[in-house]
Antibody, heavy 122, light 108 residues
Framework: EVQLVESGGGLVQPGGSLRLSCAAS????????MNWVRQAPGKGLEWVSY????????YYADSVKGRFTISRDNAKNSLYLQMNSLRDEDTAVYYC???????????????WGQGTTVTVSS | EIVMTQSPATLSVSPGERATLSCRAS??????LAWYQQKPGQAPRLLIY???TRATGIPARFSGSGSGTEFTLTISSLQSEDFAVYYC??????????FGGGTKVEIK
């Protein structure tokens, strides 16, 4: 079964740091690009970051650029998101999502994890 | 950045009826448009990509249409499991991938 399982969420003070992990199974992780997408409480979806299969290409949303770092370890089938200088507005459920290889262009996400909750509050 | 606008925000439909959801892009995204379904407490699920191609395992009652700036998701006969929030997402100008604000389909 294709599966993504996030972990590492929790309560952190403004200005603090947190590292999220996403464990992949059931598919060849090293062959797929990956994304992080977040959802603030009661709000819609916001794409956060992308990393290519070999880590050669990385993108960030403007809202997190300079504060968040995406990385992966293909030997461990794992994706990570290092979040620094956290703000109240970073409070959200964070999902890891696999980039589909079915569309004519990149950007479609076909497998999602169940999410991990990050709460930034003093 | 392309802005995606969905309407209506909430759609009240009776089981067995047809639901029509709209999504508009602030500029042309060609056919590079996806639809996702999200139920409470769950992750989004890919329904449609390429504006009209159903993802693996998606029932035929879900159909997508449109190109350019105007798109529609139609659920031909609503089942109980279809009551959820639906998001459109453009990937023509990526990154960033941008999502609409969502349409909640609720039981009438």
């Amino acid at each position: 079964e294709v599966q993504l399982v996030e972990s590492g969420g929790g309560l952190v003070q403004p200005g603090g740091s947190l590292r999220l992990s996403c464990a992949a199974s059931g598919f060849t992780f090293s062959s797929y690009s990956m994304n992080w997408v977040r959802q603030a409480p009661g709000k819609g979806l916001e794409w956060v970051s992308y990393i290519s299969s070999s880590s050669s290409t990385i993108y960030y949303a403007d809202s997190v650029k300079g504060r968040f770092t995406i990385s992966r370890d293909n030997a461990k089938n794992s994706l990570y998101l290092q979040m620094n200088s956290l703000r109240d507005e970073d409070t959200a459920v964070y999902y890891c999502a696999r980039m589909a290889r079915i569309a004519a262009r990149p950007g479609v996400m076909d497998v999602w994890g169940q999410g991990t909750t990050v709460t930034v509050s003093s | 950045e392309i802005v995606m606008t969905q309407s209506p925000a909430t759609l009240s439909v009776s089981p067995g009826e047809r639901a029509t959801l709209s999504c508009r892009a602030s500029q042309s995204v060609s056919s590079n448009l996806a639809w996702y379904q999200q139920k409470p407490g769950q992750a989004p699920r890919l329904l449609i990509y390429g504006a009209s191609t159903r993802a693996t395992g998606i029932p035929a009652r879900f159909s997508g249409s449109g190109s350019g700036t105007e798109f529609t998701l139609t659920i031909s006969s609503l089942q109980s499991e279809d009551f959820a929030v639906y998001y459109c997402q453009q990937y023509n100008n990526w990154p960033p991938a941008t999502f609409g604000g969502g349409t909640k389909v609720e039981i009438k």
